[in-house]
């Protein structure tokens, strides 16, 4: 069974940075991407970043030049560097894997930057 377990949430002020986390278990296959969305409270839940297996990312337009997508060197791992959050990114963000047609979830970390 795979898992996905996010980490790395909390509050910080418009302006700062956080470093998301998501740690995955439960393959020996390497995913051929994983991603990190969001989902603020009555909205659907929206693409933030991703990167596949060859190291290509991509960001939401709402994102660039302020988030960073990076692969971790353990297996199936993957960050994203957040600096310059503004309050508009407050919601629960999700780690997302997708291995062969499978696609896996975790839990979710809440992030909420204030003004």
């Known amino acids: 069974q795979v898992r996905l377990v996010e980490s790395g949430g909390g509050s910080v002020q418009a302006g700062g940075s956080l470093r998301l986390s998501c740690a995955s278990s439960?393959?020996?296959?390497?995913?051929?991407?994983m991603g990190w969305y969001r989902q603020a409270p009555g909205k659907q839940r929206e693409l933030v970043a991703t990167?596949?297996?060859?190291?290509?990312?991509n960001y939401a337009d709402s994102v660039k030049g302020r988030f960073t997508i990076s692969s971790g060197n353990v297996r199936n791992t993957v960050y994203l560097q957040m600096n310059d959050l503004k309050p508009e990114d407050t919601s629960v963000y999700y780690c997302?894997?997708?291995?062969?047609?499978?696609?896996?979830w975790g839990q979710g970390t809440q992030v909420t930057v204030s003004s």
């Open positions: 997302k894997s997708k291995i062969r047609a499978n696609e896996y």
């Open positions: 990167i596949n297996s060859a190291g290509a990312a």
């Open positions: 439960g393959s020996i296959l390497r995913a051929d991407a």
